[in-house]
């Protein structure tokens, strides 16, 4: 029998240090099967998009400072408002959530790439032109409907950018079921032979929960924005009233889709989270298999909660009712997590190194987030701020002080390992401060002016709102300014930061058993499964992979003895 001494010699000797073979720059411009290129390709390319999107945003608050409409005018607001919106869901989160997925699910497996890499491929390059495409809806009339495109509202649009912009959704989306497909298989097939399920990292988790809300929820908008533009440009009457149509059925289709949607935006960073805080605070993760499950309980819970959107389009009291139960009680599986990353680092040796500081910043923002969500599940208060500024604080603080937090403490975290650079943590530090102040700023005094009654979707508004309205203004423009020092700091730390080694942070997960960054194959053997993925604090010895072989075996000869 292969003893543990032995076990973890083999995994020493696969994750010492070798020169892994650099990629040239061209190769992240080419239609690369490369697992690891690929990753790179969306993070960059959300990146990119997420800019845009963050200036739409700037612009949108630079209107809102003032009552009056003397920025942009209504008709240019609504299309900002658009495109900023569906920007920032199919072009920045969904496919940074991909980003991250790509690199990792095969290092954190032990596989040599994706089960479907030319898929993979295809799935990413479909996502440029998506994209571009998204973005001349702009210049040709984009909806003035929200990033719904609710009709008939939408029917009043140019029909020419309301076409462009639902084909460029078509090709997110199906690029979006490419990936999931991939996601899916990988986690399930092409894990090493000695890793269980429950001894599959949380992320992985996460990302099964998320792939099987994607086969099943997206293909529902697909056929919702087909039927639609057969309305704008055949002249059907499925959703269109004054021709017999029905616009509830859209909401219904839409939301079906769009509420399961949050949780695609948000699990996978609960799973970039579930990483981050036992490394840092070098204790197990408290709550493996809880929070494991919990993942597919919220996708489960999360495909039948979508009509808590439509509480105000006549829903029958009694559909109130369920959907508000099922709302509610999909905080269950919520909380469990928020429990267990909190015992996980109680008592912990935390490390506050900007990862960390961005995972817990990502606790304290999404919980209000959630607060705030269960509130609105309520009937009665959610007719009262329905369609009001409190449900744009609601989103935000689930979307960016969730997702968006959650994903920079996983970029953070990765940094060293897709880069073999030490990011500069001063900077990193800067960073958070600004991110963390600017969100609050921005968003907390939403929830007033909601329970005031300040309609959203407004360019002009009464003056008595103008004061809040200033503070989040500002706020917006310190998260503008924040992106300066992370820029700055990724560019300089690529080409000046230290080096990483092979596994800066101490891990256990089998993505830090190779090179940084790693070599083409990702492992020059099958990586072995030396220890349960979060075992922190249990045999010291097995954590410090820079430690010489001869050390560590002398060590577990001396615990043996």
């Not at 599959?200 to 533009?229: D, G, K, Q, R, Y």
């Not at 389009?313 to 508000?324: A, E, N, Y």
């Not at 309609?455 to 002009?460: D, G, S």
Request: hydrophobic residues 50%.
């Amino acid at each position: 029998m292969t003893t543990q001494a032995e076990k973890y010699e083999s995994a020493k000797a696969a994750a010492q240090t070798v020169e892994p073979v650099q990629r040239h720059w061209r190769d992240y411009f080419t239609f690369n099967t490369d697992h690891k290129v690929i990753g790179i390709q969306y993070l960059v390319t959300s990146f990119l998009f997420f800019f845009i999107g963050g200036a739409l945003a700037t612009a949108i608050r630079t209107e809102l400072a003032t009552p009056a409409s003397d920025f942009v005018s209504p008709e240019l607001y609504n299309r900002l408002f658009t495109m900023h919106g569906t920007i920032m869901i199919f072009l920045w989160i969904i496919p940074a959530s991909a980003a991250y997925a790509n690199y990792l699910i095969p290092l954190m497996v032990g596989a040599e790439d994706m089960a479907f890499p030319r898929l993979n491929a295809v799935a990413f390059w479909m996502v440029p032109p998506g994209g571009v495409l998204l973005m001349a809806s702009f210049f040709v009339g984009a909806p003035e409907a929200g990033w719904t495109s609710y009709p008939p509202l939408s029917l009043t649009s140019s029909q020419v950018g309301e076409a462009i912009w639902i084909f460029s959704l078509l090709i997110v989306g199906t690029s979006s079921i490419l990936g999931a497909l991939n996601f899916l298989t990988t986690i399930l097939k092409m894990r090493i032979p000695s890793m269980s399920i429950h001894q599959m990292p949380l992320f992985c988790w996460a990302m099964l929960a998320t792939s099987l809300l994607v086969l099943i929820a997206t293909p529902v908008l697909a056929a919702a924005l087909i039927l639609l533009s057969f309305d704008l440009i055949v002249g059907t009457n499925f959703f269109n009233p004054t021709g017999g149509g029905d616009p509830i059925v859209y909401q219904h289709m839409f939301w079906f889709y769009s509420h399961p949607a949050v949780y695609i935006m948000i699990l996978p960073f609960f799973g970039a989270i579930s990483e981050v805080l036992p490394v840092h605070a070098r204790k197990p993760i408290f709550g493996y298999r809880a929070i494991a499950y919990s993942s597919l309980a919220i996708a489960f819970l999360g495909l039948i909660v979508w009509a808590h959107h439509m509480f105000t389009s006549g829903t029958p009291g009694w559909l109130r009712m369920f959907f508000m139960i099922t709302t509610m009680v999909i905080a269950v599986p919520t909380g469990i997590k928020v429990f267990s990353w909190c015992a996980t680092i109680w008592g912990g040796k935390i490390s506050l190194n900007t990862a960390m500081l961005y995972g817990m910043g990502f606790i304290s923002t999404f919980v209000i987030g959630g607060l705030s969500g269960v509130m609105v599940a309520s009937v009665p208060f959610d007719i009262h701020v329905h369609d009001t500024y409190f449900v744009v604080a609601h989103l935000h603080y689930v979307l960016f002080g969730g997702s968006v937090m959650g994903l920079f403490a996983g970029f953070y975290h990765w940094f060293p390992k897709m880069t073999g650079r030490m990011i500069n943590e001063t900077w990193g530090r800067i960073h958070f401060a600004m991110t963390f102040i600017g969100l609050n700023l921005t968003f907390l005094p939403m929830h007033e002016l909601g329970l005031l009654g300040m309609n959203r979707r407004i360019a002009i508004y009464d003056p008595k709102f103008q004061d809040l309205n200033v503070l989040a203004t500002v706020g917006s423009y310190i998260l503008a300014v924040s992106m300066l020092p992370f820029v700055v700091n990724v560019i300089w730390s690529i080409k000046k930061g230290a080096k990483a080694g092979n596994n800066p942070w101490r891990a256990l997960t089998l993505e830090w058993q190779t090179t940084s960054p790693p070599a083409i194959e990702n492992f020059t053997e099958e990586p072995v499964l030396w220890s349960e993925p979060y075992d922190y604090g249990i045999d010291s010895y097995r954590v410090d992979s820079d430690q010489p072989v001869e050390e560590i075996l002398a060590e577990v000869k001396a615990d043996a003895g």
